[in-house]
């Protein structure tokens, strides 16, 4: 089994939000969005240093898979977060998405929530690519 690693923006209260800007998610009636811009500095990049996106692999939410899509792949070559998140795998969880137009996106398969945890995975496409 592999090892999934999550990485988020979370402040100390529990708030996790990407590090947009103040209209990036309004969901809820929420207000702070663009909470951390003020305390990036260099160290953030670090995160996107030395990954060239081989084995690399992502799994994405509806919401978050097309504010990438519309933006990530439209970057120059060398941008090094681009460059990253263009040549992984990602995988997409969505019910309402009927097509995945951003290279090396997949559909998320999950079990089908009628299936028990005992009894053998069912799995089931969430999406159509």
Known sequence: ?????????????????????????????FAFGGWMAGYGDESMNISAAGFDGKDRE?????????IFEAYRPYQPEDHPIAKT???AKKHVASRSLMELHW???????????RQSSLSRPKQASICRS
């Open 58 to 66: 992502l799994v994405l939410g509806r919401r978050t898979y097309q």
């Open 85 to 87: 998140l263009n040549a």
């Open 103 to 113: 290279n090396n996106s997949a559909c998320f398969t999950a079990m089908s929530s």
């Open 1 to 29: 089994m592999r090892k999934l690693i999550a990485s988020t923006f979370v402040s100390l209260d529990g708030i996790m939000q990407a590090p947009g800007g103040p209209e990036e998610d309004p969901t809820g009636g």
